[in-house]
């Protein structure tokens, strides 16, 4: 009987314990990008530039007069001949990363992807392409895009 009552209450600990972990504080995260613009215009020449930063090195990029992203270059891949990855870790936003690739396209056009995100933010940047094949910022709200993947 004294078997049967300490795995009752080791089990009843267990879900306890595994239902508040389950249950993280969104109020413990904010927009962190509350006050820029919805949209910021992004040449192609800001985007090819962040390809020639190497491991190590700090890089300021500048999408327009209101945001500037300064950070550390993690890593910068060349996966394949048509792609081409980088990544940036902020210095004055912790924990906000510039994921960016270059794609080279079957008919050797170029194209972008990437996003800025941070995993304790409500909200981030998705690079986006338009008919016109210019790119923006867009920003996102996280909670509708990334999947909490911390249980």
Excluded: H, W
Aim: glycine share 2%.
């Amino acid at each position: 009987m004294k078997r049967i009552t300490t795995t009752a209450v080791i089990l009843l600990m267990s879900l306890t314990t595994s239902s508040v972990f389950a249950q993280k504080m969104e109020e413990s995260k904010k927009n962190i990008f509350a006050d820029y613009p919805t949209k910021i215009e992004v040449s192609n020449n800001t985007l090819e530039n962040v390809f020639t930063a190497l491991p190590g090195e700090t890089v300021s990029i500048v999408f327009n007069a209101q945001f500037k992203f300064t950070g550390t270059v993690m890593s910068n891949q060349v996966k394949y001949a048509t792609l081409q990855s980088v990544l940036i870790k902020s210095d004055n936003l912790s924990s906000t990363l510039f994921q960016v690739s270059k794609i080279t396209n079957e008919d050797k056009t170029i194209s972008f992807v990437g996003r800025i995100i941070n995993p304790n933010a409500l909200d981030g940047y998705e690079i986006k392409k338009d008919v016109a094949n210019n790119y923006r910022l867009q920003k996102f709200e996280s909670k509708n895009v990334l999947q909490d993947c911390s249980y």
